[in-house]
C-alpha cells in the first residue's frame, strides 16, 4: 500500500512541468505569483498594473512565489506547492487514522484521496484550493484530538490552520471547521471537551496570524475589505451570475449542482460510496470518530447546495474526510482486490500518457508555444506582440510580463514592426486596419502568429495599394 501512494504521488511529481499552463484560471493565478515575485509586491497580489487582486487572500501566492524564487520561473516551481499541500494532507490523514488504532486505513485513504479526479487534478494546479484543503483539514484535525482526546498541542495546531485558512481562502475557513466541530458537539454532547479547548491561546493564534496581513492590505489598497468580505463572501454566494465580479464572471449553476460535483471529483472511488452505508455497522465501533468525518465530508456540499456560483474544485476539502470514511468501510479486508490498485494508478498514468503525448493540449489555452515562435522570429525582427481581443494570461507568464493586449484593432501600433497572436476562434470578428500590413509567420495551439507593420509614405507598399484601389475602381459599375 505504502508503494501504491508513493507512486500515484510520484507519477503526480514527474507530471509537474511537463505540461504548458492553461488558461484562464492557472495561467491567471501563476501570472500573479510571477508578478509577486518580480515586482516585490509581497502584501497584495497584483491583477494587472495598477489593479490590486482582492479576490483571494495571498497565501497560495506566497507559496508559488516562494518556489518560482528556488526553481525558477517555471511550470514547475509554480505548481510545486500544490503537490506539497497534498504530501502533508496526506500526511496528516494517516496520522489521524494511526492515532486511532488503523495506519492501514489512513494509508488507503491517502490512496483514494490522491488518485480520485480532483485529488489528482489539484495535487498539480495553480489554484488556491489545495491551500485552503490543508488548512481544513489540519484545523478539522486539530479540534478533533482536542475535543476527543484532550490533545492541548493538537489543538493549538487546530487554531494554526484556522489562520492560515483565513490566509488561504478567507473567512470560508471558519464555517469549514466550525459547522462540523459545533454540530458534533451538540449531537454527541461532548460539552466539556469543546469548552475546555485552549480557546484564549487558540485566538491569540488566529488573529496574530491573519489579522496582520488583513489591516495592511486594507492600507495599502483600500476598498479591499468591502470586496472580499462583502463581495466574495456575500453576493458571490447567493448572487447568481453576480455581475460585480473584477475578475472573470461567475459561475451560476442549478440548485444542487454541488452534489454531482462531489460525485464526479472523487471518481472512481465515488462509485464504492455505498460501502460507507453497507458496512456502516462496522463503522458504528468508532462511532463518535465516525460521526466527525462524516460531518467533515458533508458540510462542503452543504453548504454549497443553495450557492450561486459554484465550481467544481469547491468540494476538495469534503475529499479527505470523505476518504478516510471509505478506507475505514474496507478495514476489515484482509487485502483489498488487485484491481483496487490498479484503478488506483488509472488516472495518474492517463495523466502521464496525455501529457507526454502532448496533442491533447494543443488548445488555444495553451501559449507556450505561440510565446516560442515570438521570440523565434523577434530574434531576427525585434518588435512586440499583441494578444488580440482578449487578454492571455498564460503567455504574460512565459514572456515575464512583455506581451499586450489589444481588445480592438484601433489599439495596435501606427508605425513600427509588431507581433500579432490571433486564436482561431476570434479571427471571425476581428477587422484588420487598412493602414497595416500584416503576414502570417505560423501557427501553433490553434492561434496563428502574423507580423505586422505600416507602409511608408512613398514606399513600395503605398505603391501597390494604390494601384489596388485602381483596379478595384475600374471594376466598378462606370468605372474607367
Not at 515575485?37 to 490590486?52: C, E, K, R, Y
Not at 496581513?213 to 453576493?235: I, K, Q, S
Not at 489555452?365 to 515570438?374: I, K, S, Y
Request: charged residues 15%.
Amino acid at each position: 500500500m505504502w508503494l501504491v501512494l508513493a507512486t500515484v504521488l510520484l507519477i503526480r511529481l514527474a507530471t509537474l512541468g511537463l505540461y504548458p499552463l492553461l488558461d484562464p484560471s492557472e495561467a491567471r493565478y501563476a501570472e500573479m505569483a510571477r508578478r509577486m515575485l518580480t515586482d516585490g509586491g509581497w502584501i497584495t497580489p497584483w491583477f494587472a498594473t495598477g489593479d490590486p487582486f482582492w479576490g483571494k487572500p495571498p497565501l497560495a501566492f506566497w507559496t508559488q512565489a516562494a518556489s518560482m524564487q528556488i526553481f525558477g520561473v517555471n511550470e514547475f516551481a509554480v505548481r510545486l506547492p500544490a503537490w506539497l499541500l497534498q504530501l502533508a494532507t496526506c500526511g496528516l490523514m494517516i496520522r489521524m487514522a494511526r492515532e486511532e488504532g488503523d495506519e492501514r486505513a489512513g494509508v488507503v485513504a491517502a490512496i483514494l484521496f490522491s488518485s480520485s479526479l480532483l485529488g489528482v487534478v489539484a495535487s498539480g494546479a495553480v489554484l488556491t484550493d489545495p491551500a485552503l484543503n490543508f488548512s481544513a483539514f489540519l484545523a478539522g484535525y486539530g479540534f478533533w484530538r482536542g475535543m476527543a482526546h484532550a490533545d492541548r498541542r493538537a489543538a493549538i495546531w487546530g487554531f494554526v490552520g484556522l489562520g492560515l485558512g483565513l490566509l488561504a481562502k478567507g473567512p470560508l475557513i471558519l464555517l469549514l471547521v466550525g459547522l462540523p466541530a459545533l454540530s458534533w458537539t451538540v449531537l454527541t454532547r461532548r460539552w466539556a471537551p469543546f469548552v475546555r479547548l485552549p480557546w484564549a491561546c487558540g485566538v491569540g493564534v488566529v488573529l496574530a496570524i491573519a489579522v496582520p496581513w488583513y489591516a495592511v492590505a486594507e492600507l495599502r489598497t483600500p476598498g479591499f475589505l468591502d470586496y472580499f468580505l462583502v463581495g466574495e463572501h456575500w453576493n458571490r454566494f447567493l448572487v447568481s451570475n453576480w455581475a460585480g465580479d473584477r475578475y472573470g464572471a461567475a459561475h451560476a449553476q442549478p440548485w444542487g449542482t454541488v452534489w454531482l460535483y462531489l460525485v464526479g471529483s472523487f471518481l472512481p472511488w465515488s462509485l464504492l460510496l455505498p460501502l460507507i452505508f453497507t458496512r456502516r455497522h462496522r463503522l458504528a465501533e468508532g462511532r463518535e470518530y465516525t460521526l466527525f468525518l462524516a460531518l467533515v465530508a458533508l458540510t462542503t456540499p452543504v453548504f454549497f447546495t443553495a450557492a450561486g456560483n459554484v465550481l467544481w474544485t469547491y468540494v476538495l476539502p469534503a475529499l479527505p474526510a470523505l476518504s478516510l470514511l471509505l478506507a475505514h468501510a474496507l478495514r476489515d479486508e484482509a487485502t483489498l482486490p488487485s484491481w483496487h490498485w490498479t484503478t488506483a494508478l488509472a488516472l495518474p498514468l492517463l495523466l502521464l500518457l496525455v501529457v507526454v503525448d502532448g496533442r491533447l493540449l494543443e488548445r488555444s489555452e495553451n501559449q507556450r508555444g505561440v510565446v516560442a515562435l515570438w521570440n523565434d522570429h523577434a530574434r531576427h525582427q525585434t518588435g512586440p506582440l499583441y494578444y488580440a481581443t482578449t487578454r492571455s494570461y498564460a503567455s504574460e507568464f512565459y514572456s515575464a510580463g512583455a506581451v499586450r493586449t489589444a481588445e480592438k484593432a484601433s489599439a495596435l501600433p501606427r508605425d513600427g514592426l509588431f507581433y500579432v497572436a490571433l486564436k482561431d476562434s476570434r479571427r471571425s470578428g476581428w477587422q484588420w486596419p487598412d493602414t497595416l500590413r500584416c503576414e502570417d509567420v505560423g501557427r501553433t495551439s490553434k492561434t496563428v502568429l502574423f507580423r505586422c507593420w505600416a507602409p511608408q509614405p512613398g514606399g513600395l507598399d503605398e505603391l501597390a495599394q494604390r494601384h489596388a484601389s485602381t483596379e478595384a475602381a475600374a471594376k466598378r459599375p462606370g468605372g474607367s
